[in-house]
């Protein structure tokens, strides 16, 4: 039997049509982005991948500090850090006369560590007594110079003159424009400072976008409410005093931070157990752990501390690399 069909007449216009609906789709086809498999898969290719280990350090330096210690090679740096779990270490010039017997510069710094920068990360510093030529703008090019070699930072700070004299003034508003996190010490030599921490907190108000990292006696002194201007260049001992200046600046100032470096940061810890312990949990967003090691066979007491405080897991991820690795950017 034949069927009749219908003979399906196609104008020009319709040909024409047809044609460029279906070459539009093809292009879609081609420029759609694919899909994702997994979302942790799309996650994990957008993250920064960082080389293995438990810490970051904050606080580390390189070549001879002190006249009575050896020098601090990259290479030691790096087989102490394979062996003790620390993936990233910040590393930081000296470059005031009161900071060290020898003197370490950014430049040595960034020259140091430019093979290492996956886990060597370097700041500069500048002393705020060097004399320079146009203000603000001559000291702002003076730092971005080492900041596009790859300074990720500005200290360590440890200058001879009071913590908010006007020339440290004029450091930190540099720092402010360029976005450079400061690492201070203080103690009675350098960046000297009142009970309380006055100077400190007149320099956070005025420069509210940087990031200050506080470090040295003077600066963990101050956890404890009883801390006399004596203490400020000391390790003072016995149990801490509720309402020190720590606790009260980083509840008013969200830019300030701690290094838990040194013996300094880890007697201030332990002098009271309960409340070191307390305070860690507490200010578990604003500690970075640190050990300031800078000589080769250096006891660094950190190591054995966080691992008899039994602190809670997501507590130890914050203090010992992800605060670092959140506002430092390694």
């Known amino acids: 039997m034949r069927v009749e069909t219908k003979e399906q007449h196609v104008t020009r216009r319709d040909f024409c049509r047809l044609a460029m609906t279906a070459s539009c789709a093809a292009a879609a086809s081609v420029l759609r982005p694919p899909v994702a498999s997994s979302g942790p898969q799309a996650n994990a290719k957008s993250e920064k991948v960082y080389p293995p280990g438990r810490y970051v350090d904050v606080h580390t330096h390189l070549g001879q500090t002190w006249n009575t210690k050896e020098p601090m090679t990259v290479e030691h740096l790096l087989g102490w850090m394979d062996a003790n779990d620390v993936a990233q270490a910040i590393v930081l010039p000296l470059v005031s006369p009161e900071s060290s017997s020898y003197l370490l510069t950014s430049d040595f710094v960034l020259t140091e560590t430019k093979p290492h920068r996956d886990r060597l990360i370097p700041f500069c510093c500048l002393d705020p007594r060097t004399s320079y030529s146009n203000g603000h703008e001559g000291l702002v090019a003076m730092l971005k110079r080492w900041v596009d070699q790859g300074a990720r930072g500005f200290g360590e700070h440890k200058a001879g003159i009071r913590f908010d004299d006007p020339r440290n003034m004029a450091l930190y508003a540099a720092c402010s424009e360029l976005k450079l996190p400061v690492l201070f010490h203080i103690d009675e030599q350098r960046n000297m ?17 940087v990031v200050f990292i506080g470090h040295g006696p003077g600066w963990w002194a101050s956890i404890s409410g009883d801390t006399k201007q004596a203490d400020l260049g000391g390790y003072p001992k016995g149990p801490v005093a509720p309402g020190g200046a720590i606790d009260a600046l980083m509840d008013k100032y969200p830019n300030l931070y701690g290094d838990l470096s040194a013996g300094s940061g880890a007697g201030a810890i332990t002098r009271d157990a309960k409340f070191g312990r307390e305070f860690l949990i507490r ?5 970075m752990f640190g050990t300031d090691f800078l000589a080769p066979g250096q006891e660094v007491p950190q190591l054995a501390l966080y ?6 897991a997501e507590v130890q991820a914050k203090i010992f690399r992800d605060n670092a690795r959140r506002v430092l950017n390694p």
């Open 283 to 287: 200010r578990a967003d604003r500690l």
């Open 307 to 312: 691992r008899q405080l039994d602190l809670p």
């Open 193 to 209: 400072d009142a009970p309380g921490l006055p100077g400190l907190e007149k320099t956070l108000k005025e420069y509210p976008q």
